[in-house]
């Protein structure tokens, strides 16, 4: 019996395991599954298996940032999970990359002392290439319009990603967008090294697929709106790829 996902136990999880930050995601992406069943619901973490397509299929959330990730991905790891791809939203910091645009990021910089009790800082955080392709050529089969590249996962939302709180002006990198622009990061959040990470250490097929929430060089948002359609639809596309159908 999980700690934190209470109640999961080996041979609850489908074939393929979607994780997302918000448990309201949950309820989003799985809106169309048959025989849906909600098998956790704990604190920020909600996991409903149901059929899609005739096949069973699993989405939980994680919350944000790395520490509640670590134990979301770790829990569905030791109950079965087969392969997991986030499905997330990022800040773009590539200006050629737009709001609602399609992010699928190959490998994970991270901000210094993520996952050190785990692994050293130079042991890459990457996504399984062969699932990472089969993501890719079923967003593309269905007109969406995919970046794929280096992306950084952060510990913070804020000063770690360049915003400057009112309680704070001063910020550590004063151009964080451009210095990473650099090394050619293209986005950030604040979960998928995680996920990559663990899937490297415990040999399960990892990915992520990210909705473009804003651009950083702009500052345009997608509106919630569109950015929860977004989602819902490439979800789905993402299980096509995981499910080979």
Request: glycine share 8%; proline share 4%.
């Amino acid at each position: 019996m999980s700690i934190h996902l209470k109640n999961l136990k080996d041979g609850d999880l489908g074939e393929a395991t979607i994780v997302v930050g918000d448990p309201g995601r949950v309820l989003l992406l799985s809106e169309k599954w048959e025989n849906k069943k909600e098998i956790v619901n704990n604190r920020e973490f909600l996991l409903i298996t149901g059929t899609y397509k005739g096949h069973l299929v699993s989405v939980c959330s994680t919350g944000i940032g790395v520490g509640s990730t670590e134990i979301a991905v770790t829990e569905l790891i030791e109950n079965g999970a087969k392969q997991i791809v986030r499905c997330g939203g990022c800040g773009a910091w590539d200006a050629t990359i737009n709001p609602g645009d399609i992010i699928l990021n190959s490998g994970m910089q991270r901000s210094n002392g993520m996952f050190s009790s785990y692994v050293p800082e130079t042991y890459p955080a990457v996504a399984d290439p062969l699932l990472l392709s089969k993501i890719n050529q079923s967003l593309v089969n269905n007109s969406q319009k995919v970046h794929v590249g280096l992306g950084l996962t952060t510990e913070t939302y804020y000063l770690g990603q360049g915003r400057a709180p009112q309680i704070n002006s001063e910020l550590p990198i004063p151009n964080i967008v451009e210095h990473y622009n650099k090394f050619n990061i293209i986005n950030c959040e604040m979960e998928s090294a995680v996920l990559f990470l663990l899937g490297s250490i415990y040999n399960i097929p990892v990915a992520n697929c990210l909705v473009v929430h804003v651009s950083r060089s702009t500052e345009k948002w997608v509106e919630d709106k569109d950015y929860n359609k977004i989602h819902q639809n490439t979800s789905e596309f993402v299980l096509d790829a995981m499910l080979d159908l």
